[in-house]
Nanobody
Framework: QVQLVESGGGLVQAGVSLRLSCAASRGTFSVYVFAWFRQASRKQREFVAAITRSGDGTYYGDPVKGRFTISRDNAKGTVYLQMNRLKPEDTAVYFC???????????????WGQGTQVTVSS
């Protein structure tokens, strides 16, 4: 019922910031919990961040705590991931996901974007 499209990835130097966006369409944005996952080469898909329907609750994976911030604008139908002080180990394809409740597993989400590549050079 919802389509997700990520944008904002790119090739950057370590220490800089990027903001990823996830635009939702063909669905009711406010009913979904949203999350970001990332998948590096030869690794499992890893939980990055999640946000509740109202935006009052946020959750982060340990590697990004203190550096990344998830937010949502229900009026715009967009979810954001602000990434600060990027490190080479942040290099991955970043995926936006939507579901009924917050989960740390990708199995808990029903809808996925196509992903956007983030590459951080040292």
């Amino acid at each position: 019922q919802v389509q997700l499209v990520e944008s904002g990835g790119g090739l950057v130097q370590a220490g800089v910031s990027l903001r990823l966006s996830c635009a939702a369409s063909r669905g009711t944005f406010s009913v979904y919990v949203f999350a970001w996952f990332r998948q590096a080469s030869r690794k499992q898909r890893e939980f990055v961040a999640a946000i509740t329907r109202s935006g009052d609750g946020t959750y982060y994976g340990d590697p990004v705590k203190g550096r990344f911030t998830i937010s949502r604008d229900n009026a715009k139908g967009t979810v954001y991931l602000q990434m600060n002080r990027l490190k080479p180990e942040d290099t991955a394809v970043y995926f936006c996901a939507a579901g009924a409740s917050v989960n740390y597993s990708p199995l808990g989400y029903n809808y996925w974007g196509q992903g956007t590549q983030v590459t951080v050079s040292s």
